[in-house]
């Protein structure tokens, strides 16, 4: 059994410092990992970051996260990467990792993600070059995805999570204005995610949204935008050997 605390949109700023710490210097009692799920700070900026940065630095477990929309507001969302990576964080963006949690391996894939909607009610790449752009640079991060999961199944994982900000289900938007929900994320992740397979599937973005959620290929799907579960984090677990069949 293998325990995954995860939480998103944590939005920390200068009168942050500390709000997380307490809560995730337990972790180790009751987690194997922590994924954040993107949107870590408000603005992007590097004086943000370093916020985050101080209050995962030399965590227990493994850290590993994506950065959100509001993580590229200040346009150096590499400056960002770099911040987080030099607190120990893995920072994924259309790759993947493998964290070995006693003897399991753990595989998550990760990708900002973007937007589009969902089917029947999504962007198509068509018409002038901005809308075409918008559509492919989901395209080639839904595939990105797809990769990244493929290639974790080949290296062996026992587990594999895929970790998002946009969300790949309309599921866990319930909740946000209907309006709004092309913005919020795309079918395409989710098709990633079925093609390639997974165990679980974690994102944030949708603040006013529902945790729980499923691809059409029957993969969970938990929004874990902090605003959803009201709390530091929230901890999934995942099983790691196969279930007797009944009788
Ligand atoms: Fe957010
Ligand atoms: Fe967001």
């Known amino acids: 059994m293998i325990r995954v605390a995860a939480v998103g949109d944590i939005h920390m700023g200068p009168d942050s410092p500390g709000l997380l710490r307490p809560a995730f210097d337990t972790l180790p009692d009751c987690a194997d990992l922590l994924l954040l799920a993107g949107d870590l700070t408000r603005h992007g900026t590097p004086e943000e970051a370093r916020v985050v940065a101080d209050e995962v630095r030399g965590l227990a477990v493994p850290v590993v996260a994506v950065l959100g929309n509001h993580d590229h507001h200040d346009e150096q969302p590499e400056k960002v990467t770099g911040i987080l990576r030099e607190a120990g964080v893995t920072v994924l963006e259309g790759d993947g990792t493998v964290v070995d949690c006693a003897g399991t391996r753990v595989g998550i894939?990760?990708?900002?993600g973007f937007g589009g909607g969902f089917v029947g009610r999504c962007a198509g790449e068509f018409g002038e070059p901005l809308m075409k752009e918008f559509v492919r640079y989901t395209r080639r991060s839904a595939d990105s995805l797809r990769g990244a999961l493929e290639d974790l199944g080949r290296?062996?994982?026992?587990?594999?999570?895929?970790?998002?900000?946009?969300?790949?289900?309309?599921?866990?938007?319930?909740?946000e204005p209907l309006e709004i929900y092309p913005f919020l994320g795309s079918y395409l992740l989710a098709e990633a995610i079925d093609t390639a397979g997974a165990d679980l599937a974690v994102h944030g973005h949708a603040h006013a949204g529902t945790e729980h959620g499923m691809t059409a290929g029957g993969v969970r799907v938990r929004n874990v935008a902090q605003p959803v579960i009201r709390r530091a984090f929230n901890v999934y677990q995942l099983q790691t050997e196969q279930v007797p069949a009944a009788g």
């Open 109 to 112: 894939a990760g990708t900002k």
């Open 155 to 175: 290296r062996g994982c026992d587990v594999r999570v895929a970790l998002t900000h946009f969300s790949p289900v309309p599921d866990t938007l319930a909740g």
